[in-house]
């Protein structure tokens, strides 16, 4: 299983992903732009000491991603506040999946979502109060619950 982060803007949030990541043995895949330069600090101490061992790879776009990657579509789960797919709750999670974030402001690019309504999928929330969540605490959830089936 793949977390695919793309054009994240916040350096914590990516240093708190990639500790998790570490804590799963997961790849974290960053799509550029990123908001911050990779070797900030602020990334770093999101993660601790254990950013040097994220398994990370970058690309320069989301076509690049695609490209290299040819990720099928049954790989691919993406994660909106009003991901049409239904809940996060719903999917069989393969082993291969790619978890796809976008940025912390406007979620994912128009060009990512396209034909994809049916792969995006919502945390549910149940007060109308609270817009979205935080991306390094939605991506937690996330990525357990998909690894659900494969963690002993």
Known sequence: MKVV?????????????????VALDLELILIHPLGFDISDKS???????????VRL???????DFIAARAPREE???LFENDGEGGSVYEPVYPGDAYLIFGRETKGLPAEVLESRAKRTFHLPMRSPHIRSLNLANAATAVIYQAMRA???
């Open 5 to 21: 982060l793309v054009h994240p803007e916040i350096p914590g949030n990516t240093g708190t992903i990639g500790r998790t990541c």
């Open 75 to 77: 790989q691919l789960f």
């Open 150 to 152: 494969h963690l002993s």
């Open 43 to 53: 990334v770093r101490r999101a993660g601790l000491d254990y950013w040097k061992h």
């Open 57 to 63: 790879s970058e690309y320069q776009s989301w076509q």
